[in-house]
């Protein structure tokens, strides 16, 4: 129980992990971002 | 093994495979307790027959084939190929239980999808299915995109040599660490931390929406699950439809696209090697592909003016085509939409993206983003070689976890892969179309299929041949384990039979 709740700190406290999850993130919404463009653009004609 | 399979062969892969099963029948207390806490009481029944076959056969199997032989290669790929059967005949009993299947065959069709991330149901009245069937069934499609031997790798193998043997033969080649064990926990805590941060934000989206806050939950939970594996079951028949939120599928292509990532890519931004994320071959031939599959499909899409403006075209059109691409199988339209208003065009966009598929390593399916751009590497240093002098020496590169040379074993190994994949995709298709289903439709179920996708046309239904579901069972089996441990399980069969 100790070292469960101990492993949970330890994720919590991951500051590389927490800046991985937002880059990741916004990987994903750069693509979405380039498709919603192309959609826009093609939209207009 | 050396020549026929043998006794104590047969007794290695029995021992692996009963912890599969039992690791597959430890799964079930989930269900169980939710059924239990919900009051479900004819599904707690269900699920408690189930954990009790899983248990016996799991324990039998393991008694029996207690040895301390060591697994070579071929043990490892057979028994990786025989467990995904056991476990699909295992998992199947409280599905065939819940009377929402009309078959054995459409729970074991069932099953696999769920194991595989495909995400086609053959399920009869999916709105009114218990909460603890929504949970078996959504719990099935995540773990079977961490791998049911990661699973049993986690908690119940205990021989490293024999373990790593297991977990190359359900495709995942990436050792994230020198010791299979902290690999297959690593790739449990990315799935778990995203478990967290997903259904958080679903559950607010749900709220935002409109739904009570339990409902919220368990629907942020189960979306979370289809979606980061790449899955695409949903607990209503009109799929991610239902929530008519822009908000929600954003959320969700984030999530499956995010899931769709090779596992040692996760493990790399998370260490702090940032950069990766967009300098890795695999993410950089999704976006590349996924750019000119967008331009293809919203071309033929609008030629048609099948959707009349841009947001519209982003919600069905791009919508489809990501899902498609990281294999996840969402859906947003109609199936029959497909076939009546989208054109050739776009399905022929739909059906390239579902046959390449996300990342290897990941929980996507499909030829891999590795092999995509591995294979684009070797054209080019191909055509290189062609334009320049003879004697030129040429050095093609790419960057993937680290600066790589190509090499001519990783070229033949991406073809004879994508060439099975094309294998079995004709395959299927030629089924379908001795079952009497047009040519379009059939190849676009069978790249569904082959590919682990979920997107249908309206192929798949109870109602088709036995013999389709069963081709599509073997497709979404082969694809899921790419193809060696398939041929391994196949040979040893063949060689036990003529041994006879």
Redesign the interface.
């Known amino acids: 129980m100790k070292k469960g709740l101990r492993s949970i700190a330890l994720?919590l406290r991951?500051t590389?992990?927490h800046?991985?999850?937002l880059?990741?993130?916004a990987?994903?919404?750069a693509?979405?971002g380039?498709?919603?463009l192309?959609?826009?653009l093609?939209?207009?004609g | 093994v050396n020549g026929s399979p043998r006794a104590s062969d047969l007794q290695l892969i029995a021992a692996y495979t009963g912890k599969v099963i039992v690791g597959v029948g430890l799964l079930m207390l989930v269900p169980l307790a939710t059924a239990l806490a919900c009051g479900e009481w004819s599904s707690a029944i269900d699920f408690l027959i189930g954990l009790g076959i899983a248990f016996t056969t799991g324990c039998t199997l393991a008694l029996v084939g207690a040895t301390r032989a060591k697994p070579t290669w071929v043990h490892g790929m057979v028994t990786a190929g025989v467990s995904w059967l056991a476990v699909m005949a295992v998992a199947a009993v409280p599905y065939r239980l819940s009377g929402h299947y009309l078959s054995f065959l459409d729970c074991a069709f069932d099953v696999m999808s769920g194991f595989t991330t495909t995400g086609l149901t053959l399920i009869q009245d999916l709105d009114h299915v218990s909460i603890s069937l929504n949970m078996w069934r959504h719990l099935l499609t995540f773990v079977g995109g961490q791998g049911i031997i990661v699973l049993a790798l986690t908690f119940l193998v205990k021989d490293a040599a024999g373990g790593y043997k297991l977990y190359v033969g359900e495709a995942k080649d990436e050792r994230l660490f020198p010791s299979v064990f902290h690999t297959a926990r690593v790739i449990w805590?990315i799935s778990l931390?995203?478990l967290v941060?997903g259904t958080l934000a679903l559950w607010l989206a749900g709220l935002f929406i409109g739904l009570t806050p339990w409902r919220a939950l368990l629907h942020g939970l189960w979306i979370y699950m289809a979606a980061w594996s790449t899955g695409g079951f949903a607990p209503m028949s009109q799929n991610i439809l239902y929530y008519h939120s822009t908000l929600y599928e954003?959320l969700t292509?984030?999530l499956f696209?995010?899931g769709s990532?090779n596992f040692a890519l996760?493990h790399a931004?998370?260490?702090?090697n940032?950069k990766e994320?967009?300098r890795n071959i695999e993410?950089a031939s999704f976006?590349g592909t996924?750019?000119v599959l967008?331009?293809l499909a919203?071309?033929g899409?609008?030629k048609l003016h099948v959707?009349p403006?841009?947001?519209a075209?982003?919600r069905k059109?791009?919508y489809q085509?990501?899902s498609a691409h990281t294999t996840t199988g969402y859906m947003t339209i109609y199936a029959r939409q497909f076939a009546l208003e989208w054109g050739d065009v776009a399905l022929f966009a739909v059906i390239v993206a579902m046959l390449f598929g996300g990342s290897a390593c990941s929980t996507a399916g499909g030829f891999k983003g590795l092999r995509i751009g591995i294979l684009f590497k070797a054209l080019v240093q191909e055509t290189r070689r062609l334009l320049k002098p003879g004697s030129a020496v040429f050095v093609q590169r790419f960057h993937y976890l680290g600066e790589q040379t190509l090499g001519e074993a990783q070229v033949r190994s991406a073809a004879l892969i994508v060439v099975m994949y094309l294998v079995i995709f004709a395959f299927a298709t030629l089924v379908g179309v001795l079952c009497g289903i047009p040519m379009l439709a059939a190849a676009f179920e069978s790249a569904s299929v082959t590919g682990n996708v979920g997107l249908s046309i309206g192929v798949t239904s109870a109602a088709m041949p036995a013999v389709l579901k069963a081709t599509y069972i073997f497709n979404m089996w082969a694809g899921r384990l790419e193809f060696m441990a398939v041929l391994a399980t196949v040979g040893f069969v063949l060689s036990a039979a003529r041994r006879r």
Do not use: N, P
């Open positions: 994720v991951d590389q992990m800046l991985g999850i880059v990741e993130a990987f994903v919404l693509l979405v380039a498709g919603s192309i959609c826009i093609f939209s207009l | 805590k931390v995203y941060v954003v292509i984030v696209v995010v990532f996760h931004v998370w260490s702090g940032r994320v967009y993410t976006a996924l750019t967008t331009l919203c071309w899409l609008m959707y403006d841009a947001a075209l982003f059109g791009f085509l990501v």
